[in-house]
C-alpha cells in the first residue's frame, strides 16, 4: 500500500513562489508514475504536472508550462512541485498522485493514478 502526504500549501500574494511536497510511503520503490493535479473552487481536478520517476522524464499541462518545475529527491521518497509566479488563478487544492504502472508516464491524466494523498490549499491574493 502507498501512502501520500503533501505539504507546503499556503496563502501568497500575486508574483510569490511556493514548493510543495508529497512524501511518499509504503511501497515506494514501485510507485513508477507520479503526478500533481489542483482542483479550484467549482472546477474539475486537472493535471498539471507529472514525472516519470524511473529517469526523470517530465510532462506539463501548456497553461504552467515555464511557471511549474515537478522534481524528486535522490531517495525518491519525495516528489516536489515548485511554483513560481504564482497568479490568483492558480489558487486550488493541489494533489499528488502515484501509481505503480510505468506505462504511459509522464501522465497527467486523472485515471492513470490509483493511489492519492489528501490534498494542501494554495490561496493566491492579494
Known amino acids: 500500500q502507498v501512502q501520500l502526504v503533501e505539504s507546503g500549501g499556503g496563502s501568497v500574494q500575486p508574483g510569490g513562489s511556493l514548493r510543495l511536497s508529497c512524501a511518499v510511503s509504503g511501497a515506494t520503490s514501485s510507485t513508477n508514475c507520479m503526478a500533481w493535479f489542483r482542483q479550484a473552487p467549482g472546477k474539475e481536478r486537472e493535471g498539471v504536472a507529472g514525472i516519470y520517476r524511473g529517469d526523470g522524464r517530465t510532462h506539463y499541462v501548456d497553461s504552467v508550462r515555464g511557471r511549474f518545475t515537478i522534481s524528486q529527491d535522490n531517495a525518491k521518497s519525495t516528489v516536489f512541485l515548485q511554483i513560481d509566479s504564482l497568479q490568483p488563478e492558480d489558487t486550488a487544492i493541489y494533489y499528488c498522485?502515484?501509481?505503480?504502472?510505468?506505462?504511459?508516464?509522464?501522465?497527467?491524466?486523472?485515471?492513470?493514478?490509483?493511489?492519492w494523498g489528501q490534498g494542501t490549499q494554495v490561496t493566491v491574493s492579494s
Open positions: 498522485a502515484a501509481s505503480e504502472y510505468g506505462g504511459s508516464c509522464p501522465s497527467i491524466y486523472e485515471s492513470r493514478y490509483e493511489y
